[in-house]
């Protein structure tokens, strides 16, 4: 009888250790995620959003609606930052350029006109 006590109180512990485990909240808080690229997906799996560094030392952030299209795309490196805004038509409706030497904003009407200040 006492050969079986030791088998039955690591199979209790073991049982108990499992349910501790299955009863811990699956949700975790990181201080810190280090990544070169970081992507969005929608439940199809489809890229949606993406943040990441480039060969050259820029950080670039793009949104991209659900065909695949590019339309917001956010910029910056040691020279400056940038953003644009693109319509339905991939055009740009909204370009706005940050540099020590220049900061420059275009517009875009409707009718594609572009203002630039």
Do not use: C
Request: proline content about 2%; hydrophobic content about 40%; overall charge positive.
């Amino acid at each position: 009888m006492k050969n079986q006590r030791l088998p039955l109180l690591i199979s209790a512990f073991n049982l108990l250790l499992i349910l501790f485990i299955a009863a811990k909240p699956s949700q975790e808080n990181f201080d810190k995620i280090r990544v070169k690229e970081f992507e969005l997906v929608d439940k199809a799996g489809i890229k949606r959003a993406s943040l990441k560094t480039e060969n050259d030392g820029s950080v670039i952030m793009r949104m991209i609606d659900k065909t695949g299209t590019i339309r917001i795309k956010l910029g910056a490196d040691e020279n400056g930052s940038g953003l644009v805004m693109l319509n339905n038509s991939t055009e740009v409706g909204f370009h706005a350029v940050a540099k020590k030497e220049k900061t420059t904003l275009v517009l875009a009407d409707k009718d594609g006109k572009k203002r630039e200040y």
